[in-house]
């Protein structure tokens, strides 16, 4: 019995919960940047986002609320194309995690310390098509274009 509980003690105090953060290439399904971090206390995806940018020293404009800038991606009204009179994308940062887009902001998205997942930042676009936005942040990764592409 005492043999039983050394070895749950031991293993109990060895597994650690840790999330992925990933920051995904502009235009490739590659990383550009990824480490794993242990989350000792509740927080938030944006929270750990900026921590981990900080320490990395990667240049990158946003807050806790999301990322506008990184990788020297355009921000503002450089970050939008048009297409034609009724056609354009609006380009800019989103974040999954294990896959999944939350419809809520990183400063929203909480974390705890059992927390076991991988979060991912990648550039992506919303496209809309006579006045209705059909789709938003669709990897640029997946179709890869000259808009973005091309400049970096």
Known sequence: MKN?????LLFLSTYSHSVVVEIK???KNDSFYSQEIEILAPTTAGHLTIHMLEQAGIDFLGNENGI???LNTPTGLDSYEVISDNHMRAYGWCYSVDGSQPNVLASEYPLFPDSDCKLTWFYGY???IDNEWISYCKP??????????SKN
Do not use: D, R, T
């Open 140 to 149: 640029v990764y997946l179709k890869p274009n000259s808009f973005v592409c």
């Open 25 to 27: 290439q502009l235009c």
């Open 4 to 8: 039983s509980l050394i070895f749950v």
């Open 126 to 128: 919303a496209e809309m």
């Open 68 to 70: 506008s800038g990184l």
